[in-house]
Antibody, heavy 119, light 111 residues
Protein backbone atom coordinates (compact mmCIF):
# COMPACT_ATOMS: atom_id res chain seq x y z
CA UNK A 1 0.00 0.00 0.00
CA UNK A 2 0.98 3.63 -0.39
CA UNK A 3 3.16 4.54 2.56
CA UNK A 4 5.57 7.18 3.81
CA UNK A 5 7.80 6.44 6.81
CA UNK A 6 9.91 9.15 8.39
CA UNK A 7 12.98 8.60 10.52
CA UNK A 8 15.91 10.52 11.98
CA UNK A 9 14.17 12.50 14.68
CA UNK A 10 15.54 12.85 18.19
CA UNK A 11 16.69 15.21 20.89
CA UNK A 12 19.30 17.76 19.83
CA UNK A 13 20.88 20.81 21.42
CA UNK A 14 20.26 24.30 20.05
CA UNK A 15 22.59 25.17 17.21
CA UNK A 16 23.16 21.57 16.21
CA UNK A 17 22.06 19.72 13.07
CA UNK A 18 19.80 16.80 12.25
CA UNK A 19 18.89 14.97 9.03
CA UNK A 20 15.44 13.51 8.54
CA UNK A 21 14.59 10.82 6.01
CA UNK A 22 11.27 9.72 4.52
CA UNK A 23 11.08 6.38 2.74
CA UNK A 24 8.28 6.01 0.21
CA UNK A 25 6.66 2.79 -0.98
CA UNK A 26 3.61 1.67 -2.92
CA UNK A 27 3.73 4.39 -5.57
CA UNK A 28 6.05 5.81 -8.23
CA UNK A 29 8.02 8.17 -5.99
CA UNK A 30 9.86 9.92 -8.85
CA UNK A 31 6.54 11.13 -10.28
CA UNK A 32 5.47 13.15 -7.26
CA UNK A 33 6.27 16.48 -5.67
CA UNK A 34 7.01 16.09 -1.96
CA UNK A 35 6.77 18.31 1.12
CA UNK A 36 7.84 18.50 4.73
CA UNK A 37 5.20 19.78 7.16
CA UNK A 38 5.68 20.18 10.91
CA UNK A 39 3.39 20.34 13.92
CA UNK A 40 4.84 22.11 16.91
CA UNK A 41 3.53 21.60 20.46
CA UNK A 42 0.44 23.69 21.00
CA UNK A 43 0.64 25.00 17.46
CA UNK A 44 -1.04 24.31 14.15
CA UNK A 45 0.43 22.67 11.11
CA UNK A 46 3.22 24.56 9.33
CA UNK A 47 4.48 23.88 5.82
CA UNK A 48 8.29 23.69 5.82
CA UNK A 49 9.60 22.89 2.35
CA UNK A 50 8.65 21.52 -1.08
CA UNK A 51 10.69 19.74 -3.76
CA UNK A 52 9.57 18.98 -7.30
CA UNK A 53 9.38 15.45 -8.66
CA UNK A 54 12.85 15.65 -10.20
CA UNK A 55 14.48 17.74 -7.46
CA UNK A 56 15.04 20.72 -9.75
CA UNK A 57 12.72 23.11 -7.90
CA UNK A 58 12.68 23.77 -4.17
CA UNK A 59 10.73 26.18 -1.97
CA UNK A 60 11.13 26.95 1.72
CA UNK A 61 9.09 28.62 4.43
CA UNK A 62 10.64 31.86 5.61
CA UNK A 63 11.15 30.44 9.10
CA UNK A 64 13.61 27.81 7.81
CA UNK A 65 15.11 29.40 4.69
CA UNK A 66 18.90 29.32 4.82
CA UNK A 67 18.92 26.71 7.60
CA UNK A 68 17.04 23.73 6.15
CA UNK A 69 17.68 21.92 2.87
CA UNK A 70 15.22 19.56 1.21
CA UNK A 71 16.51 16.91 -1.19
CA UNK A 72 15.53 13.57 -2.64
CA UNK A 73 17.07 10.40 -4.05
CA UNK A 74 14.65 8.93 -6.56
CA UNK A 75 16.79 5.81 -6.96
CA UNK A 76 16.20 5.07 -3.27
CA UNK A 77 12.61 6.38 -3.08
CA UNK A 78 13.71 8.64 -0.24
CA UNK A 79 13.12 12.27 0.73
CA UNK A 80 15.46 14.14 3.05
CA UNK A 81 15.45 17.26 5.23
CA UNK A 82 18.81 18.55 6.43
CA UNK A 83 18.21 20.85 9.38
CA UNK A 84 21.05 23.11 10.55
CA UNK A 85 21.28 25.75 13.28
CA UNK A 86 18.30 24.27 15.07
CA UNK A 87 16.42 26.44 17.53
CA UNK A 88 13.86 25.77 20.23
CA UNK A 89 11.15 26.86 17.79
CA UNK A 90 12.00 23.93 15.51
CA UNK A 91 10.71 21.44 18.07
CA UNK A 92 7.88 19.60 16.33
CA UNK A 93 6.63 16.41 14.77
CA UNK A 94 7.84 16.43 11.16
CA UNK A 95 5.73 14.81 8.45
CA UNK A 96 6.56 14.14 4.83
CA UNK A 97 3.66 14.49 2.44
CA UNK A 98 2.94 13.74 -1.20
CA UNK A 99 1.24 16.00 -3.74
CA UNK A 100 0.42 15.38 -7.39
CA UNK A 101 0.78 19.05 -8.27
CA UNK A 102 1.88 22.18 -6.48
CA UNK A 103 -1.65 23.35 -5.63
CA UNK A 104 -3.24 19.95 -5.19
CA UNK A 105 -3.94 18.49 -1.75
CA UNK A 106 -1.30 16.67 0.26
CA UNK A 107 -2.96 13.33 -0.28
CA UNK A 108 -0.54 11.03 1.58
CA UNK A 109 1.08 11.76 4.95
CA UNK A 110 3.74 9.86 6.82
CA UNK A 111 3.49 8.82 10.44
CA UNK A 112 5.83 11.58 11.53
CA UNK A 113 9.12 11.79 13.38
CA UNK A 114 9.65 13.91 16.49
CA UNK A 115 12.40 16.51 16.74
CA UNK A 116 13.05 18.03 20.15
CA UNK A 117 15.51 20.90 20.43
CA UNK A 118 16.55 21.30 24.03
CA UNK A 119 19.59 22.28 26.02
CA UNK B 1 -1.11 33.91 13.89
CA UNK B 2 -2.05 31.77 10.93
CA UNK B 3 -2.62 33.22 7.47
CA UNK B 4 -5.89 31.28 7.31
CA UNK B 5 -8.26 31.81 10.23
CA UNK B 6 -10.35 29.01 11.69
CA UNK B 7 -12.52 28.95 14.83
CA UNK B 8 -10.59 27.21 17.63
CA UNK B 9 -13.48 24.90 18.40
CA UNK B 10 -16.92 23.80 17.27
CA UNK B 11 -19.31 21.25 18.70
CA UNK B 12 -22.47 19.43 17.84
CA UNK B 13 -24.66 16.57 18.92
CA UNK B 14 -24.73 13.26 17.07
CA UNK B 15 -26.75 13.53 13.90
CA UNK B 16 -26.44 17.29 13.68
CA UNK B 17 -24.72 19.38 11.00
CA UNK B 18 -21.67 21.51 11.75
CA UNK B 19 -19.60 23.80 9.59
CA UNK B 20 -16.02 24.96 10.01
CA UNK B 21 -14.95 28.17 8.33
CA UNK B 22 -11.55 29.06 6.93
CA UNK B 23 -11.07 32.76 6.27
CA UNK B 24 -8.25 33.95 4.05
CA UNK B 25 -7.54 36.91 1.81
CA UNK B 26 -7.12 38.03 -1.78
CA UNK B 27 -3.65 36.48 -1.96
CA UNK B 28 -4.75 32.95 -1.12
CA UNK B 29 -8.35 31.69 -1.21
CA UNK B 30 -9.50 34.88 -2.95
CA UNK B 31 -6.88 34.33 -5.65
CA UNK B 32 -8.75 31.16 -6.68
CA UNK B 33 -6.47 28.63 -5.02
CA UNK B 34 -8.38 25.62 -3.77
CA UNK B 35 -8.91 25.04 -0.06
CA UNK B 36 -7.98 21.59 1.20
CA UNK B 37 -9.14 20.08 4.48
CA UNK B 38 -7.31 17.60 6.69
CA UNK B 39 -8.57 15.57 9.62
CA UNK B 40 -6.28 14.69 12.50
CA UNK B 41 -7.69 12.06 14.85
CA UNK B 42 -6.19 11.97 18.35
CA UNK B 43 -2.68 10.52 18.34
CA UNK B 44 -2.49 10.08 14.58
CA UNK B 45 -1.06 11.90 11.58
CA UNK B 46 -3.27 14.25 9.58
CA UNK B 47 -5.03 12.79 6.58
CA UNK B 48 -6.49 14.47 3.51
CA UNK B 49 -10.25 14.77 3.87
CA UNK B 50 -11.70 16.90 1.07
CA UNK B 51 -11.06 19.91 -1.15
CA UNK B 52 -13.23 22.94 -1.84
CA UNK B 53 -14.17 21.47 -5.20
CA UNK B 54 -15.49 18.45 -3.27
CA UNK B 55 -12.67 16.21 -4.44
CA UNK B 56 -12.37 13.55 -1.75
CA UNK B 57 -10.22 10.42 -1.50
CA UNK B 58 -11.83 6.97 -1.50
CA UNK B 59 -13.29 6.05 1.83
CA UNK B 60 -14.30 9.54 2.92
CA UNK B 61 -18.10 9.52 3.36
CA UNK B 62 -20.23 12.04 1.53
CA UNK B 63 -21.31 13.42 4.92
CA UNK B 64 -18.25 15.63 4.44
CA UNK B 65 -18.44 18.44 1.89
CA UNK B 66 -16.19 21.35 0.99
CA UNK B 67 -16.96 24.70 -0.56
CA UNK B 68 -15.43 28.07 -1.23
CA UNK B 69 -16.76 31.58 -1.73
CA UNK B 70 -14.75 34.75 -2.10
CA UNK B 71 -11.92 34.70 0.41
CA UNK B 72 -13.34 31.92 2.58
CA UNK B 73 -13.65 28.17 2.51
CA UNK B 74 -15.95 25.95 4.48
CA UNK B 75 -16.14 22.34 5.62
CA UNK B 76 -19.57 20.92 6.38
CA UNK B 77 -20.21 17.69 8.23
CA UNK B 78 -23.74 16.29 8.30
CA UNK B 79 -25.04 13.41 10.37
CA UNK B 80 -22.34 14.01 12.98
CA UNK B 81 -20.85 10.85 14.49
CA UNK B 82 -18.68 10.26 17.55
CA UNK B 83 -15.83 9.13 15.28
CA UNK B 84 -15.74 12.60 13.69
CA UNK B 85 -14.26 14.07 16.86
CA UNK B 86 -10.88 15.35 15.71
CA UNK B 87 -8.86 18.42 14.77
CA UNK B 88 -9.55 19.85 11.32
CA UNK B 89 -7.13 22.02 9.34
CA UNK B 90 -7.65 24.00 6.16
CA UNK B 91 -4.80 24.65 3.72
CA UNK B 92 -4.22 26.71 0.60
CA UNK B 93 -1.47 28.60 -1.21
CA UNK B 94 -0.58 32.24 -0.69
CA UNK B 95 0.94 33.95 -3.73
CA UNK B 96 2.06 37.00 -1.74
CA UNK B 97 4.10 34.94 0.72
CA UNK B 98 4.96 32.24 -1.80
CA UNK B 99 4.05 29.74 0.91
CA UNK B 100 1.67 26.85 1.32
CA UNK B 101 -0.39 27.93 4.33
CA UNK B 102 -2.52 26.22 6.96
CA UNK B 103 -5.25 27.42 9.26
CA UNK B 104 -4.69 27.20 12.99
CA UNK B 105 -6.96 24.20 13.29
CA UNK B 106 -10.44 23.59 14.72
CA UNK B 107 -11.21 21.05 17.42
CA UNK B 108 -14.54 19.35 16.77
CA UNK B 109 -16.28 17.96 19.85
CA UNK B 110 -19.21 15.59 19.45
CA UNK B 111 -21.44 16.16 22.46
Amino acid sequence: QVQLVESGGGVVQPGRSLRLSCEASGFIFRSYTMNWVRHGPGKGLEWVALISFDGSTKFYAGSVKGRFTISRDNSRNTLFLQMNSLGLEDTAVYYCTRVSGYFNPMDVWGIGTTVTVSS
Amino acid sequence: QSVLTQPPSVSGAPGQRVTISCTGSSSNIGASYDVHWYQQLPGTAPKFLISSNNNRPPGVPDRFSGSKSGTSGSLAITGLQAEDEADYYCQSYDNSLGDWVFGGGTKLTVL
